[in-house]
C-alpha cells in the first residue's frame, strides 16, 4: 500500500488521501465508503480500484497458466447432482447464515455463509450431492456479469485516465503477492499458482471463484483473503490518520 500510494501521488497526480484509498488491495465498499466521507476523489478512486480488480481477473488465471497449473478441466465438481429439494433448502439456510453473518460485519457475507452451510452439510454427510452443470455454470455468468457493473457509469475517456494508474497498482501487487507466495508454497507444499490465488489482492468472490477453477481449496482461498480484509480494516484507518495529520502539520 506505501509503495503504491507514493507511485500515484507522485507518477499519476493523486492527492495523499485519494492515493492511499486508490491503493488498497481490497475492501472495496469499505474504502469507497471512507472516500465519500472524507470528501476525495471518489470517481478517480473508484476507476482505479476497478481497473484493479478487472486486471487481477484477466492476469490471475494466465499466471497460473504459466507456472502451470492444469486448467483444461471442468469447472463443474463431478459427482451426482443434488435433489431440487435439498438445493432449496440449502439456499434458504445459507441466506439465514447470511444475514447473520452480515450483522457481524463478515465480509462477503452471503458467499460466506453459503460456503459454511455447504461445507457443514458435506462434511457431516447430510448432503453428498453436487450442484447440477447447468446451475453452475449460471452461477459463473452471474459471477462475471457481477464483477461487469462495476464499471457502471464509467465512460470511456474516464475509464482511460484511470487505466494507467489501476494497471500499475496491479503490477505492484501482483508481484509483490507472487514474491510472498514462493515461501508459503514451498513451506506448505502446495502448487504455487494455488497459493497465489489466494494471495492476489483481488475481490474474494472473485478469487474463489477462480479458485475453483484451479481446484484450490475454497477454505484456504477465503480465509486468506478474509485476513487480508481484516488486516486492511485496521491499517488502512491507521494509515488514513497519519496522512490526515501530515497534512495539517504542513497547514500549519
Known amino acids: 500500500m506505501a509503495l503504491c500510494r507514493w507511485m500515484l501521488a507522485r507518477y499519476f497526480g493523486f492527492d495523499a488521501r485519494s492515493a492511499l484509498l486508490a491503493a488498497a488491495p481490497g475492501h472495496l ?39 502451470g497449473v492444469d486448467m483444461t478441466g471442468n469447472i463443474a465438481p463431478v459427482g451426482a447432482g443434488m435433489s431440487l429439494l435439498s438445493i432449496l433448502v440449502m439456499i434458504g439456510v445459507s441466506v439465514v447464515v447470511g444475514m447473520i453473518f452480515a450483522r457481524l460485519s463478515v465480509p462477503a457475507p452471503l458467499l460466506m455463509g453459503a460456503m459454511v452451510v455447504s461445507a457443514l452439510a458435506h462434511l457431516t454427510g447430510l448432503e453428498t450431492g453436487v450442484l447440477p452443470g447447468w446451475l453452475t455454470l449460471a452461477a459463473y455468468l452471474v459471477l462475471g456479469s457481477l464483477i461487469g457493473t462495476r464499471f457502471s457509469g464509467i465512460t470511456p475517456a474516464r475509464l482511460a485516465s484511470g487505466l494507467g494508474a489501476g ?25 504455487l499458482g494455488h497459493v497465489l490465488v489466494a494471495f492476489a489482492p483481488g475481490g474474494l468472490e472473485t478469487m474463489i471463484a477462480l479458485g475453483a477453477v484451479l481446484a484450490v481449496v475454497p ?13 486492511l480494516s485496521v491499517l488502512l484507518p491507521a494509515m488514513l490518520s497519519r496522512v490526515a495529520k501530515q497534512e495539517q502539520r504542513a497547514a500549519e
Do not use: E, K, N, Y
Open 29 to 67: 465498499s469499505f474504502v469507497m465508503a471512507i472516500a465519500s466521507d472524507s470528501g476525495s476523489d471518489v470517481p478517480r478512486i473508484s476507476i482505479t480500484q476497478s481497473v484493479r480488480l478487472l486486471a487481477l481477473t484477466i492476469v490471475v488465471p494466465f499466471a497460473a497458466l504459466v507456472m
Open 219 to 231: 477454505g484456504f482461498v477465503a480465509a486468506c483473503h478474509i485476513m487480508r480484509l481484516v488486516v
Open 167 to 191: 494497471l500499475a497498482i496491479t503490477g505492484v501487487a501482483v508481484g509483490l503477492a507472487g514474491l510472498g507466495a514462493v515461501p508459503v508454497a514451498w513451506a506448505l507444499g502446495m502448487p
